[in-house]
């Protein structure tokens, strides 16, 4: 029993010491991160672990740690299932299935899936998708930079150390504050699109005005 706990100690400190020694590399990757843009996709229709292979090979700086995939088959076509994307053309997926799935892997990090497909009835039309996809990317290529390319601040004393790890304290308050003033932000204008969209369901046709 001695032997297995050591072992598993000696693992979880392992797995700590990556985390920490990895941790810098994933801020890098993420202020450079360069996404796809619609025209970059393949032209050709994929199957689905084609699909799989290029989502989790390209949002590896998504993953949290310890994670190996951030999408899986199952969960595409559980997205099929409630129509938050499209069904693919004989389990052949095109484009606009490869840019909503983009999408949904990096929102779902915040948002909740309900919240997400209201966001991706938005854009339904190919030209539209292709559009909201591009502006993303940039958007969020532009947010990343901002904040990932601004690191800390190393102070030499213990005073100044002190100091350092008040300041990163209150960045985690200040950051975690504008992210939830963001998503409440971003979910009003969801319920208000869906309450004009229900009102004008509500109206009857102009010739009956």
Not at 30 to 53: F, K, T
Not at 166 to 179: G, H, I, N, P, T
Not at 195 to 200: C, G, I, R, S, T
Request: charged share 30%; proline share 4%.
């Amino acid at each position: 029993m001695k032997i297995k706990a050591r072992e598993d100690r000696t693992a979880m400190e392992k797995e700590l010491y990556d985390g920490e020694k990895n941790a810098p590399g994933r801020a890098e990757a993420l202020a450079e991160l360069q996404l796809p843009r619609y025209g970059q996709l393949p032209a050709i229709d994929l199957y689905l672990d084609q699909v799989i292979s290029i989502l989790n090979g390209t949002l590896k700086p998504f993953f949290d740690q310890g994670e190996d995939k951030i999408i899986t088959g199952a969960m595409v076509n559980n997205y099929v299932k409630h129509k938050v994307i499209q069904a693919p053309k004989k389990k052949r997926y095109q484009r606009t299935h490869l840019s909503c799935l983009f999408m949904i892997c990096i929102l779902k990090k915040i948002f909740s899936i309900g919240e997400i497909a209201e966001m991706m009835k938005m854009d339904a039309k190919e030209a539209e998708i292709s559009a909201a996809y591009d502006q993303f990317c940039q958007e969020l290529e532009n947010a990343l930079a901002l904040r990932f390319s601004q690191g800390p601040l190393k102070q030499e004393t213990d005073e100044g150390k002190q100091e350092e790890e008040r300041e990163q304290d209150r960045l985690v308050w200040s950051c975690a504050a504008l992210a939830l003033a963001n998503k409440l932000y971003v979910q009003k204008l969801l319920h208000d699109r869906q309450q004009k969209e229900k009102n004008a369901m509500l109206l009857p046709p102009l010739e009956e005005r």
